[in-house]
Every structure is written in C-alpha cells, then in structure tokens.
C-alpha cells in the first residue's frame, strides 16, 4: 500500500575484529592478534562463511537474492587480513546477492606492513579506503597507543590515495590527551593538502571501562578542555567548507561526489546485514546484534545457530523514532517527502511537541522541505536525538 | 491467659534488639535454621540495607518453661531511633513487660533512658538485658551502674546474654515467663480489640494488627470499628509466628492479625478499637496520643502526572506510619504536591525512599523546615509550615520558632567540643551531670530549625561518635528571623525559600546556592543563582553554559547501543525536575541540608 519509490536493496557489513595491539581509547569488538596468524585468519573467514549462509536462511532472508549495493570491512583492523582472503570473502558475499557493490571500503591503518598490500586490496576489488590516521605527532600518537608514527601515516596515506581508488577516507580525532587545537588544524591542513576527498573527525570519547576510562578516574589523563574542543570543531568547519568539503553528517566531511554510501544507509534506515563478531544487522522490522566474544561466536556457528546476542522487532513507531534520531545526524536532515512517503503522516503527528521546543531551542530548522540541524544544533545534537527516543 | 506472655525488646539504636529477637525466634523453633537471615525481623529492603529497624514487627512462639508448661510468647521488636519513637510507644500498648537491651560495651545511651521512661510510665515490667558481653571491652559492672544510675531501674534482676553466641537466651525466656505479668482483660466482656498497627495488603487490602483487651473473636465474625460506626465481615484472623497463620478464635490478651476487606486505606486509624457487630463494646478504648511532627516538607512528583498516584501511595502509607502527616499543598515551581510533616529527618528520608521504591514513584522533596508562629500587625497569628507563606516583612509584628530541650548523652572528655557546638546553634545551657569517668549528660535548650539541619552529623563528628542524643519539645521562643529566597533566573522558586536567623541570612544563603551550584548540571544557557532577603540580593553565583552535547563517535550500525545510551540519558533528565527552562535535580532541593559550620 505504501508505494517505496526504491526497490529494497542491502549493504554487507563484514567485522574484521583483529589488531596488532589494542588502543586504550577502544571499546570495538576487537581482540589482539600481532601480525595475524595465517590459521586464525582463515579460521575466521571460513566461520564468516557459515554466518552468513545461516543468517540468509534465517532472518535476514529477506535480503537474499537483493541488488547488493555496499560493502564495509570494518573492524578492529581489516588491513590485517591478505588481500587474497579479502577477496575470496568479497567473492562469497556477491554471490549471495544480485548487482555489482557501488562501493566497497576497507579499514586501513597506516602501519608498515599494512601499506604493501594496498595494491592488492584495490585488485581484490576494495574501491574505497578508510585510513586509521588519527594524528600527524608522533607524540600524540603515542599517547593514544597507536601502532604506527607519523611519517608513516603520511606516507601510507599517500601510496593509497596514488592508489587507484574511487575513494580515500581519513579517520582524526581531536580532543586526544595533549593535543593543542593549533596541533589538530595543522594536520587537518596536511592532509587536506594531500588531496584526501573524504574526512571524518571524532571528538575522542572516553568509553566506560576503557584504560582512558580508568586514567582519567585516577586523574591521569589530561584532556583538552571545552573551549579548545569547541574551538577545533568551529575551525574544523570552516577550515574544511573552504577547502570544497560538505558537511554531509555531524563528523564526516567529503568533496563532492566522496560520502560514504555505505555509512549513509545507517543513518537512512537502509537495510544492512552485520556479519562477524559484533556486528549488527538491520534487515527490514529486525535489528540484531552479534556476541562479542569470539569464542562464543564460534561455538554458537559450530552447533548450526546463528551467534545472536540480542535481537529486537521494531514497531513501527520504533521505525518513526529511529528515522528522526537517526536522520538527523545527516545535515540534509529529514526529507519531509520521504517521511510522510513511509509512515503516511507528518513527523508533527507523533513528535509535534519535540519538534516544537526545539525549534523554539534554536537547535532544528525548517528548510526546503526538510527538517535538519542548526549550526547550533550540531553542537547540541544529542539533545535533538534525546526528544526521539522512549522513555 | 496465664499461659501468654506479651513483651516488646526496646534500646538504643544498634545495641542488638533485632539479634536478640533472632536468638528468641531460633531458640523456641519458630524459624528454623534453614531460615536464618541476621535480623530476620527487618524485613523492608530498606532496613536491611541501612542495618536498622524502622518498623516494629511482631513474632508469636511457643515455648515449654523448666516448669512443664506451654507458653505462648509474643514478641515485638522495636526500632531504636528516636525518629522512630512512635513505633515503639504505641507497641507497649499490646505488652504487659519489655526486654531492656543495653549494650554492654557502650553502657547506658540517651535512647536507653527515653524508651526506658515509655515503658515505665507505661506500668511494664523492665527487664534490663546486657547484651554483647562476647565483645572483649564489654564492661557488665560499669554498665549495671549506669542502669542504675542514669535509667534510674534496679538492675539486680538484669540478665548478661550475647545475642551473637546465644549465650544466655534461655535465662531470657524463663525471666520472660516468671517476670513478665500474664495479660488481664475479661474474655468474657464485650470485644474491645486496640489496632496498634496495620498495613495495606494488596490482596487483604487493610491488615490490623490488634491487640485483644476484652472480650474474643470468631474467625468469620462481622467486626465493627468504634470511631466511625462502619461494619465489615473478617477474612482473615490470623497470629503472625512470623508468617500468618490462620485460627478460628482469639481472645483478651491475645495479640492477632484481622483483615475484612477493608479496601480504603483511610478507613482506619492507628489507635482504634475493633468490636464485634452483633454485640458492640459501649465503650472505645483509650487510643494513642496523636504525634506531633517535628520538620515538614513539600512533596511534588518528579512527573507532574503522577499526583494522583502520590496521593493514593501516601495514603497507603500512612496507614502503616502513622507518624506522617500530609495535606496537598501546591508551588509555583513544582505544581500539585503535598505538604508532609515527620517526627525527623531520618523519618522524612525513610518515607521517600520507601514511597519511591514500594509504589515506584520517582518524587522532588524540599528542604525541611519547622513550623514557626508569626504574630503579625493587626493581631492575627499565623502557623507557618513553608518558608513562602511567611507574610511580608512589613506585616510581621514576631516570629517565634519552636525550642527543644535536648539530652546529650557523651563522655565527659568531649565537653568543650560539644559545648561549643551547642553555643554555636544559639543554645542555652539547662544543666550538667557526670556519672563516672565515662559518662556526662547535658542537658541544652536548642532551637529545632539549629538542630534539624546537620546538628547530630556535627555532635557525632565532635565526639568521634561516641554521643547520643533524644529531644522533646519544649516550647515556642521569639527570634530575629527572615525569610531567604533562591531565585533562578531572577525567578523567586518558592520551594526552595527557607527561614534563618537574620545574622546567618547572608552566610546561609550563600552556602545554599553555592551547593546548589554543585548539584544544577550546566544547561544549553547560563543559569543565575541568587539568595535574597525582601528586595535585596545578598549572593549570588552562575552555573556557566553547556557549550556543546554531542558525542559524534561512530558506532557503525550498533543503533540499539546509540539508543540506549540516549535513553540513559534522557531518564536522567526525567529525574530531574524542571522550573521554568531550568532543570534540577533532586540533591539541589536539598541544598540547604549540606550547609556546614564551616560555611556558615
Ligand atoms: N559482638 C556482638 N555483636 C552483636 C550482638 N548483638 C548484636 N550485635 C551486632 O550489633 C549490631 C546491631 O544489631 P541489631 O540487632 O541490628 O541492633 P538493633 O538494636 O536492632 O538496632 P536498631 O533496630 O537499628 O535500633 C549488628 O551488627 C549485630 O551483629 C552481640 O551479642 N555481640
Ligand atoms: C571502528 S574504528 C576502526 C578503525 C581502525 N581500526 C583505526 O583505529 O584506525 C573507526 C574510527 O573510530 C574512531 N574511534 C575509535 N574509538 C574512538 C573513541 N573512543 N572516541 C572517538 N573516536 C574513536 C577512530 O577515529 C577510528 O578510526
Ligand atoms: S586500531 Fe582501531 S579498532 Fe583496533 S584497537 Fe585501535 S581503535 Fe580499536
Ligand atoms: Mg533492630
């Protein structure tokens, strides 16, 4: 009855869980593994296959047979893997699928060992890359744990953008313990020199139950305060609007034609299916998630069930809430077409009050059809997402 | 009815009351082994959690005495915080003799003496019980002294027990039995059964706990109660040994659990008396004296929808503590609340806690304060129990606030701290008595608005806990007094006024929005925070503007975890309370609590 103007398509998300070491910050499905051991490795991708066979019999059924658009080795550090593996699993998912993938990205870090394979990720049929670059200062790299130096970062970041890939991402942090909002501008500026077409930029998180976490209860970690926070982000957006980039969602920034296809559908409730430790999955009114633990993952595929840690079936208000809190985090916003095109009413219907006060908040507008963010707004976007979840 | 014993165990706090009942119930085999929990009597999470009594319980046992015969014991265990004094008072009524229990390392402490004086001028027999004499500083001579001396009871009879070991708790039971008189009252005069408890069973609706002075009761009888003339049929006569256990009959001295339907909470009062329909008493029984509460407070829903839920669980409330009082009052800042009086403030914090968890509500409380009497210009006089009421300035002719006589129990190397402490809350000295080395106790005229606020966190902290304390009230005292406003945004919220001593105004109005500031999270815009008196801002502090609130992280497609913190997030939110654009939580209410000497 509701005419859907897109023939339902799907995304792939495929957890690579393994790094050499762990960074303190982390709370990733991830698990050390140095240099990856051959055995572990195809262990892992054979155990891959069986998820996803078992899931496309089981609830992501639905999705079987789809046009295929995205695919998404993330992780923990896909870059460990051999492009040969990379390729076999890229392989496997197509086959299950129909279409040719618009875009297919892989997690990168800039370490030494990493860049040789660059090459043959692009020949295993990787169109974008996601580099793990972080910082330019070795000083701050290593206060955040990271595996590889500056110059190494640098000069991995340039063997992939001559590359050959449709896409090249970078990955920065700004709040890192130490860093100076003058530290964090200069190595935006470098690597947009560089010519990278695709930022994201992540105000550091202190995750509970991390080292971070820990240091900082022992008042052990210094952080940048609110203003230089604050400052960086503003310098941040303006630096990278005058440099031809679009803010297309609260931390990514691409040139045209560069956002990330793959990330979008999240955030526009486009199915996805998760496959490996961790990972989540939406397909049509179900959302699942995987065990963390590799051990239990494993054990669970070995007895022929599905590795599902919790599951839940969203009603359709559910799907109503989702669509706000997530499509908000895109600064096109909420395509008011769109939404009364799914749920047959206007956003007011159900959330007219949240709409409301924010609006009056300075922190949501009405633009063109569409209801997004304010400058304001971003720097508030948690109080916007807050008005559309229960409780 | 010579074969019952009705006995209450009272003490001051802490010196092994519900331990000893422990040893009792074990000892007759009314709980067996398997059951054993420490201080299975205190049965509220609540009680647990904190490790003290709050509601007296009752047990009924069995028990073969040296001299052959059955007796039937009933037990009452009593809560020791003055706080909760009421618990105690109106147990004695269903008791012919009490238990004693004195620590006998600590001696002799102010709540000693004042349940002692309960069950005297009740006419008990006392029976003075030396509990934890396993512990190595234990020091049975002195403390037998101090029994003597400063309860003023013969302590010749008193028993040496530890309820830890269970050394001793067969003396106990024979003393119970030989000492303690057996109940009188005609089994067979007209029913007159005293409900001295009760409780709302969500099943039973209203259970009584009555104690039957005359007459008996038939399990399926049509009961009818005294004040209001209103009939109902039993469903349920039962003892508690502890659990219920049903009978057909009860009869005068006994004690007994009577449910009959009752679905009105407010159908019954504490203090009333049961008689049987077919043949009514013609003569109520004598009842409890009314309490008189000793701080007050607003109570407000932290969601403004749910008043009339707040109202239905207070009712329920009350009929299992009497001791609270509640009337609807309504703020400015906080809408439809209630305005409720308590015996203290371990009281009013037990309430809200326990309204919280047993009717799971999520409730803002204000800042206690007493009751003053104002007398204003054109002759008229006035009780105030909220700071706003207070009339202007202008119109104040006297403000007299209400004065304790407070009993200090503390030994005597600890004076000057306490003296000074005293002199400090603008107190008068009555007098001083020293027992022994280890024993003075002072006597002081305090102000209650002094004493209310963290007086007892101060006196501990000055005598390295080592002092105990009980108060009555004594009288109401003219003061210089005014009236402290909070504004927020330049915004008078009513709940937050509060009454001080004019010298103390300015110093207790900043000490107030200063913890204010500590509790108030930084919002989307600057928040200003002002003490006033009349027109005039006396302090004044902001709590700067949130800059920003957003964690961009990326959590791939992990939305169930994204929305779960979001959902954290905003319960959060929900538990606080919002005045005007300004959201507070409940701990900023509480400002004023904090306010310490040194801020002063
Ligand atoms: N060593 C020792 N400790 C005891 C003895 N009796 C009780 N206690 C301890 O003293 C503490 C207080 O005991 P309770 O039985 O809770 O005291 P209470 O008088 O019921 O306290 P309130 O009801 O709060 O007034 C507990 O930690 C007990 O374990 C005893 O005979 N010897
Ligand atoms: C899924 S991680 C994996 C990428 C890769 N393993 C790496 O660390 O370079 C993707 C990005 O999330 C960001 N990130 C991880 N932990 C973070 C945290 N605690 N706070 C903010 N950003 C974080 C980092 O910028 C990282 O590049
Ligand atoms: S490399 Fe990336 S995924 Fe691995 S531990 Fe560090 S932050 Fe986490
Ligand atoms: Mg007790």
């Given amino acids: 009855m509701l005419a859907r103007t897109r023939a339902p398509d799907v995304g792939v998300y495929v957890h690579l869980p393994f790094c050499e070491r762990i960074c303190p910050y982390c709370d990733f499905a991830v698990e050390p593994a140095g240099r990856l051991a051959p055995e572990l490795e195809r262990r892992y991708l054979e155990w891959l296959e069986v998820e996803l066979d078992l899931a496309l019999a089981g609830p992501a059924r639905p999705a079987a047979g789809r046009v295929l658009r995205s695919v998404y080795f993330g992780g923990g550090t896909p870059s460990l893997f051999e492009p040969a593996s990379i390729e076999r699993l890229l392989g496997t998912i197509r086959k299950r699928f129909a279409g040719e993938p618009e875009e297919v990205t892989l ?88 010519g990278v077409p695709h930022i ?101 595929l070995a007895d022929g069930r599905l590795p599902v840690a919790e599951s839940e079936s969203l009603t359709e208000q559910d799907a109503r809430r989702e669509t706000l809190f997530l499509g908000f985090r895109r600064l096109a916003g909420i395509s008011r077409a769109a939404y009364l095109r799914r749920f047959a009413e206007a956003p007011e219907r159900r959330f007219g009050a949240e709409i409301r006060e924010l609006r009056e908040l300075e922190l949501i507008e009405d633009r063109k059809g569409r209801i997004r963010l304010t400058e304001r707004g971003i720097l508030f976007a948690d109080e916007v997402f807050l008005r559309f979840v229960a409780c | 009815m010579d074969r019952i014993r009705n006995f209450a165990i009272i003490a001051h706090i802490d010196h092994g009351k519900s331990t000893l009942a422990d040893r009792l119930l074990e000892v007759t085999g009314t709980i067996g082994t398997r059951q054993k929990v420490d201080q299975f009597l205190d049965k509220m999470d609540l009680e647990r959690e904190r490790g003290i009594t709050i509601k007296a319980q009752t047990a009924r046992m069995q028990y073969r005495a040296r001299d052959g015969r059955d007796y039937i014991l009933n037990l009452i265990d009593t809560p020791g915080h003055v706080d909760f004094r009421y618990e105690v008072s109106r147990s004695l009524s269903a008791c012919e003799g009490v238990l004693l229990v004195v620590d006998a390392a600590q001696g002799v402490e102010a709540q000693t003496v004042a349940n002692a004086e309960l069950a005297v001028a009740a006419g008990l027999e006392v029976i003075p019980v030396l509990n934890k004499i396993d512990l190595p500083n234990s020091d049975p001579e002195r403390v037998l002294q101090e029994i003597e001396d400063v309860v003023g009871v013969p302590a010749d009879g008193a028993l040496q027990v530890s309820a830890k070991t269970g050394a001793g708790i067969h003396e106990v039971l024979e003393a119970i039995v030989t000492r303690v008189p057996a109940p009188q009252g005609d089994p067979d ?84 008396t049961v008689t049987a329909a077919r043949e009514p008493a013609p003569e109520p029984l004598g009842g409890f004296q009314p309490v008189q509460s000793m701080v007050w407070s607003g109570l407000y829903p932290t969601d403004p929808g749910a008043y009339e839920s707040l109202r239905v669980a207070i009712s329920k409330l ?110 008068v000295q009555r007098d001083l008595a020293v027992h022994g080395e280890r024993r003075a106790v002072l006597r002081y005229e305090l102000p209650l608005s002094e004493v209310v606020v963290d007086f007892y966190d101060r006196l501990k902290s000055v005598t390295r806990g080592y002092a105990s304390m009980d108060y009555e009230l004594l009288e109401y005292r003219p003061a210089d007094l005014c009236r402290v406003d909070i504004l927020l945004n330049g915004e008078a919220v009513d709940a937050l006024s509060l009454i001080v001593h004019r010298e103390s105004a300015h110093g207790r109005g900043l000490a107030v929005i200063r913890q204010m500031k500590k509790h108030i999270p930084r919002q989307m815009f600057d928040v200003a925070l002002q003490a006033s008196v009349g027109s005039r801002v006396i302090a004044r502090v902001n709590v700067k503007a949130l800059r920003k609130n957003v964690t961009a992280k990326c959590y791939g497609g992990d939305v169930t975890r994204k929305r779960k913190l979001l959902e954290k997030q905003k319960a959060g939110k929900k538990r606080m309370r919002k005045v005007g654009r300004v959201e507070i939580p409940q701990a900023a209410f509480l400002a004023v609590l904090s306010t310490t000497d040194g801020e002063r």
């Fill in chain 2, 189 to 272: 005069a007209r029913l007159r059964a005293l409900v001295f408890d009760s409780w709302f069973d969500p099943y039973q609706g209203v259970a009584m706990l009555v104690r039957v002075v005359d007459g008996s009761l038939e399990g399926r009888e049509r009961i009818r109660l005294c004040s209001s003339g209103a009939e109902y049929d039993t469903s349920l006569l039962g003892v508690l040994v502890p659990e219920v256990q049903p009978v057909d009959r009860t009869s005068a001295g006994e004690v007994a659990i009577l449910c009959a339907s009752i679905r009105d909470p407010r159908a019954v009062q504490i203090g009333e």
């Fill in chain 1, 107 to 194: 997690e990168l870090n800039p370490g030494t060992g990493e860049i040789g394979r660059v090459p043959g990720f692009r020949a295993a049929g990787v169109t974008r890359l996601s580099v793990g670059v972080q910082s330019l200062r070795d000083e701050t790299l290593r206060k955040l744990g990271r595996a590889h130096t500056a110059a190494e970062a640098l000069s991995g970041l340039e063997a992939c953008l001559r590359g050959g890939f449709e896409s090249v991402s970078t990955d920065l942090i700004f709040g890192a313990p130490g860093q100076s909002e003058s530290e964090f501008l200069s190595d935006l500026e470098r690597v947009i020199r560089l």
């Fill in chain 2, 318 to 427: 009350q009929l299992n503590d009497s001791a609270i009082f509640a009337e609807p009052e309504t703020s400015d800042a906080l809408g439809f609340g209630f305005r409720c009086g308590y015996l203290g403030l371990l009281h009013m914090e037990v309430t809200q806690e326990r309204l919280e968890r047993e009717y799971r509500l999520d409730l803002i409380i204000t800042a206690p304060t007493v009751v003053y009497r104002v007398k204003c210009r054109d002759g008229s006089e006035v009780s105030i129990h909220r700071p706003s009421d207070l009339p202007e300035q202008g119109e104040i002719d006297e403000i007299a606030e209400p004065v304790i006589l407070t009993q200090i129990h503390l030994p005597p190397q600890h004076l000057g701290g306490v003296l000074a402490l005293c002199q400090a809350r603008r107190g």
């Fill in chain 1, 200 to 300: 994201s930029a992540y105000a550091l998180t202190i995750e509970p139950e991390t080292p971070f976490a820990r240091a900082r209860a022992r008042g052990k970690l210094a952080l940048p305060d609110e203003d230089t926070l604050l400052a960086a982000g503003r310098r941040l957006r303006v630096g990278l609007a005058a440099s031809g980039f679009t803010q297309y969602e609260i931390s990514s920034f691409a040139r045209p034609g560069h956002a990330s296809r793959h990330n979008q559908r999240y955030w526009l409730r486009r199915d996805v299916l998760g496959i490996g430790v961790g990972a989540a999955s939406l397909v049509e009114s179900s959302r699942w998630k995987n065990l963390r633990a590799r051990s239990e993952w494993e054990a669970r």
